[in-house]
C-alpha cells in the first residue's frame, strides 16, 4: 500500500494527489483513491507517463471503457481519444462542456495523460456542477428539479434529468452543458435558450472552477456526471498531444 495524500487545489473542487504510483496501484490504493475523486472530482497525478496499456488497464479498475463515436483510437486502441493540436480554427474544446453527454448511457470518468505540451498555454478549467446547484436559489431549484434536456452532437440525441443524482455520492449535481444540451423537454430553442445560458453561466463560475496547467507526464481524472471542463487553445500551432480513457456511464437519473 502507498501511501499517497492529497491536497486541495481550490475552494471547490480538485485535489493533486502525491506520493502515488498509478502503475503500482494495489486494491488498497484504489479504494482509498476512489473515496478521494469522490469527494474532489477532479485528482491531478504528476509524473506518471504511464504506457499506453497501463493507461488502459488503470481505467478498467473504473468499468468497461467507452469509444469515441468520432475518433479512430491510438495505435489500435480504439478506447484511447487522441488529441492533437489541429489550430484554434478547428478546436471544438474551448467551450464548457460534459464529455459525450448526447448519448443515452454518456460516460462516467475521463482519465487524461499528457504526452507532449507546449512550452506555455493549454491549460484545461474545471468546474463542480455540485458547487452550481447549490449556489441556486430554493425557487429556481425547485423549478428546474422536474426538467429534462435534449442533448445532441456526432449524430447521436438523448434527453437526461437537467438535475442529476450521482451514483456513488447521491448528491444532486447541475447537468446541462454548452457543448451539448440544446433545450429544454417540451419547450421550443428559442424557449429554453435563456434559462439554459443562465444555468451554464451560473456553472462555471470563476469560484466553482480550477485551472491545469500541463506537463508532459501528467494524468487528469474528472467525473462526468458533477463535473464540466473547458480545454484552453492559447499556444497556435505548437505541438500538443494528449491522450484520453473514458469509462463507460449509465443512464442518468
Known sequence: MQKFTVEKLSGAIGGVVHDLDLALLDDDDFNRLCDAFWQYQVLVFKRQALPIDQHIEF?????????????????????????????????????????VSCEEQPP???????????????????????G????????????????????????????HPVLRTHPETGRKALYVNKGFTKY?????????RPLLNYLIEQGSKPDLTMRHSWEAGDIVMWDNRCVMHYAVHDYGDMPREMHRVTIAGERPI
Open 59 to 99: 481505467g478498467k479498475r473504473f468499468g468497461g471503457l467507452h469509444t469515441h463515436p468520432s475518433s479512430a483510437g491510438v495505435d489500435g486502441h480504439p478506447e484511447v481519444l487522441l488529441l492533437r493540436n489541429r489550430g484554434k480554427s478547428k478546436t471544438i474544446t474551448e467551450v464548457w462542456h460534459s464529455d
Open 108 to 130: 462516467s470518468i475521463s482519465i487524461l495523460q499528457c504526452i507532449e505540451s507546449p512550452p506555455y498555454g493549454g491549460d484545461t478549467l474545471f468546474a463542480s456542477q455540485y
Open 132 to 159: 452550481a446547484l447549490g449556489e441556486l436559489s430554493d425557487g429556481l431549484k425547485a423549478m428546474i428539479e422536474p426538467l429534462r434536456a435534449v442533448h445532441a452532437n456526432f449524430g447521436m440525441e438523448a434527453t
Open 184 to 192: 429544454f423537454e417540451g419547450m421550443s430553442v428559442e424557449e429554453s
